[in-house]
Structures are given as C-alpha cells and as structure tokens.
C-alpha cells in the first residue's frame, strides 16, 4: 500500500522556520519526482518545490526561492522542505506528491496545514 505522511507543519511566527517531512512507503523510492504544493483558502494548487530522487536536480518555485529548500533521505524515502523566513502569504495546507519519471503513478499525502501568523 502507497503511503505519503506528511509531518512538521504547525503554527509559527512571520519569520520563523518549520521543516516539513514526507516520509514514503509502498513504492520503489527512485524514480520518482517529489513534489511539494500548497494551496491556501481560495487559491489554485501551486508547485513549491520538487527534486529528483534517483539524482540530485531540484527546483524552488521563485516565490519562495532563497527561502525554501527541499532535500531527501533516500535511506529514510523521505523528503524534505525546509522553510525560513516565512511569510503570512506562505500560509496554506501542504501536499507531497510522488509522480513517476516513466509510468503514470501519481500519489498524495493528506496535507499538512502551515499557518504563519503573529
């Protein structure tokens, strides 16, 4: 059984910093582009960030680049979003996604709500 569990999200302060996890399971952990979205109230679904996993390409979308970082653990199938300096306009529920390089595999974690606000 596929599983994305996301973890980390939370309520914090204009400028704090939280780090996100997406820990996998179910699925060969290479391979696969992994996403992370966001979408806040009344907004499109918006890429943050992805990385590849069988290599080391990524990339930060420019609203959140120089701020977010994403990594992975391929020992641990888990990746990563590291967000500093975080903004009220960072608020939102956060989604992993797993997509396969080749095949039509296309999985989702539950979401974690990141809510940045004094």
């Known amino acids: 059984q596929v599983q994305l569990v996301e973890s980390g999200g939370g309520l914090v302060q204009p400028g704090g910093s939280l780090r996100l996890s997406c820990a996998t399971s179910?699925?060969?952990?290479?391979?696969?582009?992994m996403n992370w979205y966001r979408q806040a109230p009344g907004k499109e679904r918006e890429l943050v960030a992805l990385i590849i996993t069988g290599g080391s390409s990524m990339h930060v979308a420019d609203s959140v680049k120089g701020r977010f970082t994403i990594s992975k653990d391929n020992a641990k199938n888990t990746v990563y979003l590291q967000m500093n300096s975080l903004k009220p306009d960072d608020t939102a529920v956060y989604f992993c996604?797993?997509?396969?390089?080749?095949?039509?595999?296309?999985?989702w974690g539950q979401g974690t709500q990141v809510t940045v606000s004094s």
């Open positions: 996604n797993a997509r396969h390089l080749t095949r039509p595999d296309d999985w």
């Open positions: 179910g699925f060969t952990f290479n391979n696969y582009i």
